[in-house]
């Protein structure tokens, strides 16, 4: 147990590392990125996902995890596939999985993060998985909505463009 414990901590370090490497160039590029609000769910769900995954390596709740993918998978799949299509309009087909991939860890190094400076992580997932096991919650993005961390995504909502961010030609145009 304690050599597996030791591995998860290596793992969730290696995790942290390679997202604050590679999580420069994703926030240079981030100001592109924008949700909206029909996205908003989407992103929910999948910080409520990270959230999770990494509650089955930081507290053993990997069967948790599996039944809740296995529940959700449909759910799962849309948001992803939402959100991929975003990352693809917004930097190209070529350079969308580099900065989703990016993206996706930096969302697992914030969870990770989570895991260690809190102490009821554990207890506070465990209770999220006691939820989503129960079959009451149908709609997972709802559900995600409401936890308390799935605004962390760092993906500003879109707005429009005030008149005082537009260049001096184009202000004096509207």
Not at 19 to 38: D, E, R, Y
Not at 140 to 162: G, I, K
Not at 163 to 172: M, R, S
Request: net charge neutral.
């Amino acid at each position: 147990m304690a050599r597996q414990a030791g591995f998860t901590l290596r793992a969730l370090r290696t995790v942290a590392a390679f997202a604050a490497v590679a999580g420069i160039s994703f926030q240079a590029s981030a100001t592109q990125l924008c949700a909206t609000p029909s996205l908003e769910g989407h992103l929910s769900t999948r910080l409520l996902q990270t959230e999770l995954m990494v509650a089955a390596i930081y507290c053993g709740s990997s069967t948790h995890y599996n039944s809740f993918v296995r529940s959700y998978s449909d759910q799962l799949v849309e948001a992803g596939e939402k959100l991929r299509g975003l990352f693809a309009s917004v930097y190209g087909s070529k350079q969308a999985p580099r900065a989703w991939d990016t993206f996706l860890t930096n969302l697992a190094n914030e969870a990770a993060k989570r895991s260690y400076d809190e102490r009821s992580f554990c207890a506070r997932t465990d209770a999220m998985f006691t939820a989503l096991d129960s079959g009451e919650v149908r709609d997972l993005m709802h559900f995600a909505e409401a936890m308390p961390f799935t605004d962390r995504h760092s993906v500003p909502a879109c707005t429009t463009v005030a008149q005082a961010d537009l260049p001096p030609a184009a202000a004096k145009k509207n």
